[in-house]
Structure formats: C-alpha cells, structure tokens
C-alpha cells in the first residue's frame, strides 16, 4: 500500500481489532474525569464507560501504550478515585472553530472493588 490512503486502513483495521476485543459492555455517559499524564494535568470528559475501560474526549494527545492516571467521582459517591490507565488508541478532531480534540480509548490497569461496585450500579441505572 501507498500512500495516505493505507495508513488510514491499518488505523481501521487496528480499531476494528480493538473492538472486538471488549469483554464488557459500554455504557454513553458524559462523566467529567481529570488525568494525569506525560507530567500533564488535564480535563476529560468520557464518551462511553464500561468496566474495562472508556472512551474519553482530551483536550491533550496522547500515544498509545502512555500510562495515565484517571481521578473521577462516580454520581452517589462521597470521594475522587484514581484509576491508573493504560491508552489504547488515539484520534485527533478538529472541531472547525479552531479547537483540536482528541478521542482516546484507554484501558483501565486496575480498578479496586469499590469503584467496581460503583460502575456497576451506574451502568444497573443506565440500562
């Protein structure tokens, strides 16, 4: 392959592959989550979550394989958690107004049982 045109196969064919390989389900909730990453602090705000990672609009790139730590309140919860994170892939959006966004799937590393439980009775609530 040549061109522009091939890498941007590859890139579909790698989501693709990411895709298929979830093992829980995603959940569309617009959470604001604060990172850190790259010696960066950063605002987030998550497209989808599931058990196993998330969906996250960033206003700071990042490559895949970068570590982060994300710190987040669950709704009902009476304390921030930090879920240290892996990414997983990267887009890049220009958002027309001369604001570039980027979408970044990541991988939670670990998640501790409270924050499990939690995610657990957000996601009972959004089905």
């Known amino acids: 392959m040549t061109g522009g045109n091939g890498s941007a196969k590859i890139r579909s064919i790698k989501m693709a592959q990411a895709v298929e390989q979830r093992v829980h389900l995603r959940f569309k909730y617009p959470l604001k989550v604060s990172g850190i990453g790259e010696y960066q602090v950063f605002e987030a705000r998550a497209e ?30 009476g304390k921030f958690l930090v879920i240290p994170a892996e990414v997983v892939w990267s887009r890049a959006f220009n958002s027309g107004s001369g604001e570039d966004r980027r979408q970044i799937g990541i991988k939670y590393l670990y998640l501790s049982p409270d924050l499990e439980d939690g995610f657990k009775e957000l996601f009972k609530v959004l089905r």
């Open 48 to 77: 989808n979550l599931s058990l196993s990672g998330a969906c996250l609009w960033s206003p700071v790139a990042f490559s895949p394989g970068k570590s982060l730590g994300l710190i987040l309140k669950l709704p009902g919860a």
